[in-house]
């Protein structure tokens, strides 16, 4: 572990330069002291690194010195295509190895190749989950991808829509997918995709399985991920849309059914208003996507989804007409005729 460390202590020196202790215990997560007793041992192995004292100060390597010692790991190498994905190595346990491979990446880079490379983090970044969620949080997300690697049975605790069971799973890769972990693994009747979330309990087994021969993870799960989509949207809806309305759906509509409603939309009428048809997964999933457009949108069909939208209408009428008015404070009767967004005039 401590070989470790003053590899990198030397590589963090050869790839930014001059670094401060206290930068370096920050990186390392260690205190200064034990910093300051690395930099006495580099010292005494006849590594030319000295330090300067002052605000701008610091330890630095002499100009020129650059060490060979870069050579990946086992573990590093195996994790290199998560170099770009620190927060979801973290997730799996592996944010150390990445980590240490970074630097190793870093410092076997030409000065001018590292500049660019360092141009190109502070330019692009990628944030995983999607807004409103910090992502899946689940104490089982290393374990399962130690038994994705290692190709041990696992047997789970699952939470789905059709309830709680447990089952022996063989799992032959883990996805991400809008900050959401998934594991496709065979229970039996073939690959499938499980949400990681949604183990209950997890068990690791002696038991190792074989992945099928020519078994391809993303081509499975482009398959997968279309199949989804062609089963999502099942029936549709006839509707007529505000223009405000228009731009509410670009906002929170799905590609399809944006691309749809674009594409089916007739001659706006003389308020603006347009007509068109937009694919819906089931009535229950129309009603709540709808309801976000609020007065901008009108049902004309299916009746059943137009009844149930004019219910919910009528209930939310009733709740607030019912509501107790503030006591004291200016009332402005005009509320109920003013336009929806807009507030009343004084």
Not at 29 to 44: G, N, P, Q
Not at 131 to 151: C, E, H, I, K, N
Not at 281 to 286: D, N, P, R
Request: glycine fraction near 8%; hydrophobic fraction near 40%; aromatic fraction near 8%.
């Amino acid at each position: 572990m401590r070989a470790s460390r003053l590899l990198s202590v030397l590589l963090l020196l050869q790839t930014h330069g001059r670094m401060t202790a206290a930068a370096l215990a920050e990186r390392l997560e260690v205190s200064t002291r034990t910093i300051y007793r690395d930099v006495e041992s580099l010292h005494a192995a006849g590594i030319p690194l000295y330090g300067e004292a002052g605000h701008a100060g610091g330890y630095q390597l002499l100009d020129g010195y650059r060490t060979r010692l870069t050579g990946l790991t086992t573990e590093e190498a195996e994790r290199l295509f998560l170099a770009g994905l620190p927060g979801p190595a973290a997730e799996l346990g592996y944010g150390t190895v990445v980590a240490a491979l970074q630097l190793k990446l870093d410092a076997a880079l030409p000065a001018a190749l590292r500049d660019r490379a360092e141009a190109l983090r502070q330019r692009f970044h990628l944030d995983t989950p999607s807004w409103y969620s910090d992502g899946d949080a689940s104490p089982y997300l290393a374990s399962t991808a130690d038994a994705v690697w290692r190709q041990h049975r696992l047997r789970v605790r699952y939470r789905s829509w059709r309830g709680e069971r447990t089952t022996v799973l063989a799992p032959y890769g883990l996805v991400l997918k809008g900050g959401r972990w998934y594991v496709v693994a065979d229970g039996g009747n073939g690959p499938a995709s499980y949400r990681v979330n949604q183990i209950l309990d997890l068990t690791a087994l002696p038991e190792t399985f074989e992945r099928p021969a020519g078994f391809d993870l993303p081509a499975w799960w482009r398959a997968h991920v279309m199949d989804f989509r062609a089963r999502l949207h099942r029936d549709e809806a006839v509707i007529r849309l505000s223009p405000a309305g228009r731009e509410r759906l670009r906002d929170i509509g799905s590609a399809v059914v944006v691309a749809t409603a674009e594409a089916g939309a007739g001659a706006p009428d003389a308020d603006g208003w347009v007509t068109t048809v937009v694919p819906i997964e089931s009535l229950t999933h129309a009603h709540g996507d709808l309801l976000r457009l609020g007065a901008q949108v009108e049902v004309l069909a299916p009746t059943e989804l137009r009844d149930l939208l004019a219910e919910t209408a009528a209930g939310l009428a009733a709740l607030y007409r019912t509501a107790t008015a503030p006591s004291s404070g200016p009332c402005f009767p005009e509320v109920a005729a003013s336009t929806p967004g807009q507030r009343p005039r004084p």
